[in-house]
């Protein structure tokens, strides 16, 4: 191809064999001045004739080999994106790394521009278009190449918050041999990210790449990412995040399944007739609040629990100290609201921070705020008496009024008070000035007991062979049990430090634990995509939960201990019932993986927390979505828990920061009464005292850590 005022070379040429040469010399003319330099004229031809020759086009390219000067090339090319590559390798001794971010940079900036219809669902070619730019630039081997690849990912790091865990493994990427071990670099490389595209949307975006001469973004996409062409109109943005992994059959199987009904949601008779006793009393001030202010005026679905009726699960026997337990938080539980007049008050939080500790990957706080325990990347497992520390107490904690205090069971509450947890090869706790109020036999504050500065005994549980990724304290504090990468999950005694048993079953690590609340049953959730249900006197796995495609990040039980939640990284939050081992329920609306689960105290209502920042609440009994929380956390959402009395939830992000939601009415789930912010602490633990205080815990991260 020569300039206007010369003759084309092409223009003797058949007019079809002439057209086809002319499209691609103006397309080969065009690329290479933008992402590769100037392309001399006998190489262009080269490539044409040999593109010709593989079109068929035999006497065309006879005649232009005839007409041009150029040496030719004994390889056919039988496509264009072959001519692509070709050209690719041609300019890679003028590669320039800076190339990938400017294409890239005109690709976000024409994105920006294109119309809402086709905005959303061309951006899901965004991220494995990113990922593959960085795999490509660190595959060079250059340290300019490994210094654009930085670069360019935390530039654009803000546009996929959603995308943490990717991100956190594509910064751990610094040179070749790392890029080798990456499990992440592995999968893209593998296998070709598939996208589903409307054929409107699949048009506009090749037109803008092959017009603007992006050879390098048409280069990656033809070989990475494979997208599927439908004829259909583009997705809206909220239909591309319902968007289901799954088969229309499987979609109405699980709608049938959620209308089905399932007698199953309510709570234990003892805990319900319990329940019933209390509010005759007025005990925690929820009689006669709620009512008539619920959502979408029907009947109290957050608050007033109802017994089960079918049969339970063999379950311990209740003693009677926990009973009077229960009963004495209940009495004393602190009536929550908005704050306004006569509507309660906002709960007081104690935030638990792990300084100097970012080996720790996990933290479990008991119930009644006794214990805390925390999973680690060098196999351990550490733990935390809170109420016994390592120094005397002061002359005046030796009151009388301790002994009656612990007489009532109830959990400590605290004014002015700070705890910090600070890493090291011995974790401390620091206690600033602490004042502990005892209740009297009469549930009233009492005595006032002073800690001198001291820290909580310590202890290091050795056993497992890998990283410890979740733990959990069981109701009465006298087990813990953690789940590691080691494929196991232990069982340790709190007042010994010793192991009890090792539970062998999953083939994957072990991302999350839970007891059930009366102990004595516990939950597994693994990468291996399955639950399994435990006993603490069997060494074999009593329930496999089967049906998720991919991890089961977090598991849960109900408050009734016959059911059982599990969120995975396949968007679903599925509800099982124990009895059986039957699916009940199928959730889905997450955009991204269900990172935590929290059941009301009443057992009929859910929440999810996912990466894509957004927190669900789902009708048990119903089968359906209540509500959606959105826009407020910027991060995953990685904490969830409901308030003792189920008229709050709170949530807890890798943003660093905390949210409290009033879940009594649909208006309080669209603005949070009140977010609390820590410094570089994502808040990876939540839970509500049953006196309604409200437990917090994080570790402190390091700027750019």
């Known amino acids: 191809a020569s300039s206007s005022s010369s003759p084309s070379p092409f223009s003797s040429l058949p007019a079809q064999a002439g057209a086809a040469a002319e499209e ?64 690719s390798a041609y300019s890679e001794r003028q590669f320039n790394p800076g190339d990938y971010t400017k294409s890239y940079n005109a690709l976000c900036n024409w994105l920006g521009e294109t119309v809402d219809i086709y905005q959303y669902e061309i951006h899901r070619l965004m991220w494995p278009l990113l990922v593959h730019i960085f795999l490509e630039l ?32 594509l910064r751990n990427i610094s040179d070749i041999e790392q890029l080798k071990r990456s499990n992440l670099a592995r999968e893209y490389l ?38 599927a062409v439908d004829v259909r109109w583009p997705l809206s943005r909220k239909a591309i995040e319902k968007l289901p992994k799954a088969t229309q059959d499987e979609m109405e199987i699980e709608q049938a399944l959620n209308e089905k009904e399932f007698s199953l949601w309510g709570v234990l008779k003892k805990d319900a007739a319990m329940h019933e006793d209390a509010l005759s009393k007025s005990f925690g001030g929820v009689q006669g609040r709620i009512a008539g202010r619920v959502m979408n005026n029907a009947r109290d679905k957050l608050v007033a629990p109802q017994s089960i009726t079918a049969t339970s699960i063999p379950l311990p026997k209740t003693r009677q100290v926990d009973t009077q337990k229960k009963m004495a938080d209940l009495k004393a539980r602190v009536l929550l609201g908005t704050g306004g007049e006569g509507d309660g008050q906002l709960p007081s939080v104690c935030m638990y921070t792990f300084l100097n500790a970012e080996s720790a990957t996990s933290i479990c706080v008991s119930r009644d705020a006794a214990l805390c325990a925390s999973g680690f990347m060098d196999s351990t497992v550490r733990y935390w008496n809170l109420r016994k520390t390592q120094a005397h107490h002061s002359q005046d904690s030796k009151a009388d009024g301790q002994k009656e205090g612990d007489k009532n069971g109830g959990d400590d509450v605290t004014q002015k008070f700070s705890k910090t947890i600070i890493g090291g090869n011995e974790l401390e706790v620091e206690l600033q000035k602490p004042v502990k109020i005892v209740s009297d036999s009469h549930g009233n504050g009492g005595t006032r007991e002073r800690l001198s500065g001291a820290w909580p005994v310590h202890r290091k549980l050795i056993g497992h062979l890998g990283p410890v990724f979740s733990t959990c304290i069981s109701p009465d504090n006298q087990f813990i049990v953690s789940g590691s990468q080691d494929n196991t999950a232990r069982l340790w005694n709190t007042e010994t430090g010793l192991g009890l048993a090792c539970y062998k079953g999953h083939t994957f690590p072990i991302w999350d634990v839970s007891f059930s609340p009366v102990g004595y049953y516990f939950a597994t959730g693994s990468m291996d995509a399955t639950a399994m249900l435990w006993s603490t006197h069997r060494g074999y796995p009593l329930r496999l939960f089967e049906g998720h495609k991919k991890d089961v990040a977090c598991v849960r039980f109900h408050p009734n201990c016959n059911v059982l939640a599990t969120g995975s990284d396949d968007r679903t939050l599925r509800i099982w ?23 009301a105290p009443n057992g009929r209502v859910a929440a999810s927390g996912g990466d894509d920042g ?61 977010r609390f912010f820590t410094k570089n602490v994502p808040v990876s633990f939540l839970r ?10 994080g570790v402190f991260r390091f700027a750019g850590s």
């Open 24 to 87: 691609a010399a103006a397309r080969l003319r065009s690329k290479p001045g933008l992402s590769f330099g100037l392309l001399d004229q006998k190489t262009l031809n080269a490539y044409v004739h040999s593109y010709l020759l593989g079109q068929g086009y035999t006497e065309a390219a006879e005649k232009l080999r005839d007409k041009a000067q150029f040496k030719p090339i004994e390889k056919k090319m039988a496509d264009h994106t072959e001519l692509l590559h070709t050209i």
């Open 138 to 169: 660190m595959k060079k081997g250059r340290e300019d190449c490994y210094n654009e690849a930085k670069e360019l990912l935390e530039e654009k790091a803000t546009l996929f918050r959603n995308k943490s865990k990717e991100l956190t493994s």
């Open 190 to 227: 593998e296998k070709p990210t598939e996208i589903k595209m409307s054929q409107f949307s699949h048009h506009l975006l090749f037109s803008y790449l092959e017009e603007s001469g992006l050879l390098l973004l048409l280069s990656l996409v033809n070989e990475r990412i494979r997208i």
């Open 577 to 599: 019932d124990l009895r059986s081992g039957e699916r009940a329920r199928v959730f889905r609306g997450h955009g991204e993986g269900v990172r935590c689960i929290a059941i």
């Open 614 to 674: 957004k927190v669900f609440l789902w009708d048990l009994p119903e089968g359906r979505k209540l509500g959606e929380m959105e826009f407020v956390h910027s991060k995953p959402v990685i904490s969830l828990d409901f308030s003792d009395d189920g008229g709050m939830l709170v949530s807890g992000s890798m943003d660093c920061s905390i949210s409290l939601w009033d879940v009594r009415r649909q208006e309080g789930l669209a603005t949070p009464l009140r």
């Open 688 to 697: 509500f005292t049953p006196r309604n205080l409200l437990i917090a815990s």
